[in-house]
């Protein structure tokens, strides 16, 4: 049997129906092996699905802006269940829950064209460790923003360093992640267009997005103190992070001539 588009509301449901108790188990339970058990065990159904969708498809399910949707919701409990066990935050979890649920949503609601169709550029082996070393970073970078609007909105305590420095690591990982990520696109585009950066709109916002991040890095060891500000930082990198994921689709200047835009034939 061949998997395709029309069977992910049945892996989705599945594998959403072992994260809600895992996300409840972590809250009223946080010693337990529960929250494990059932956040690894949709993240395996979730897994299965893509691993079949690409055997179906007979390519990495990477070209359409859905299905690197599917990526982000894969790798978003992912990402809250690395922080769970790093750290203990008993609400990672959740909030990794929901924010999957609503990218599984759209996807349901607004499905993107998934077929066979492959353009020359995409058929690079560097496509598919790109695309994937980047939705990883960017789960990770999701959660640091997760963490920035909760000690900003909903902790009413002074901020700990503590606290803190779970935006840093989070951050660390996602920057280390997405600077490989980089480096791997630079490789694929000069095997495919002949050069490593061209200042297309979307390698444009990437660098953009990337210096953000180490602003934020060299301000929080140059100001260790000023958490606010480093918090308001961190959420101004996380849009420039969605216009450069998804917004430079919407830019007059992207059209007709970026590479990078997501659905072209």
């Given at each position: 049997m061949i998997i395709g588009w029309q069977h992910f509301i049945y892996f989705a449901a599945v594998a959403v129906a072992c994260w809600l108790p895992g996300a409840w188990t972590a809250w009223h339970h946080p010693r337990s092996r529960a929250p494990y058990l059932f956040t690894g065990g949709g993240l395996l159904v979730f897994l299965s699905f893509i691993v079949l969708f690409w055997i179906g498809l007979e390519r990495p399910p990477l070209r359409t802006m859905g299905e690197t949707r599917l990526w982000y919701s894969f790798f978003l409990p992912l990402a809250g269940l690395i922080t769970y066990a790093r750290w203990r935050y008993k609400w990672i979890l959740s909030f990794s829950t929901i924010l999957s649920v609503v990218f599984i949503c759209i996807n349901l609601f607004k499905p993107e064209i998934h077929n066979k169709t492959l353009m020359p550029a995409l058929q690079s082996p560097w496509f598919a460790p790109h695309v994937i070393v980047y939705m990883f970073a960017y789960a990770m970078l999701g959660a640091a923003l997760l963490m920035a609007l909760y000690l900003l909105w909903f902790k009413r305590k002074t901020i700990e360093p503590s606290e803190m420095k779970l935006?840093?690591?989070?951050?660390?990982?996602?920057?280390?992640?997405?600077?490989?990520?980089?480096l791997f696109g630079a490789i694929w585009a000069k095997e495919a267009w002949g050069h490593y950066w061209s200042w297309?709109?979307?390698?444009?916002?990437a660098a953009i997005t990337w210096f953000t991040y180490l602003i934020?890095?060299?301000?929080?060891?140059?100001?260790?103190?000023?958490?606010?500000?480093a918090l308001y930082l961190l959420i101004f990198a996380f849009i420039f992070l969605q216009m450069c994921w998804w917004g430079i689709n919407y830019l007059p200047s992207?059209?007709?001539?970026?590479v990078h835009i997501y659905n072209q034939n």
């Open positions: 935006c840093d690591n989070l951050v660390y990982v996602g920057l280390s992640f997405m600077t490989l990520g980089m297309d709109p979307k390698e444009t916002w934020y890095v060299h301000f929080r060891l140059g100001r260790p103190h000023r958490f606010r500000q992207a059209q007709g001539i970026s």
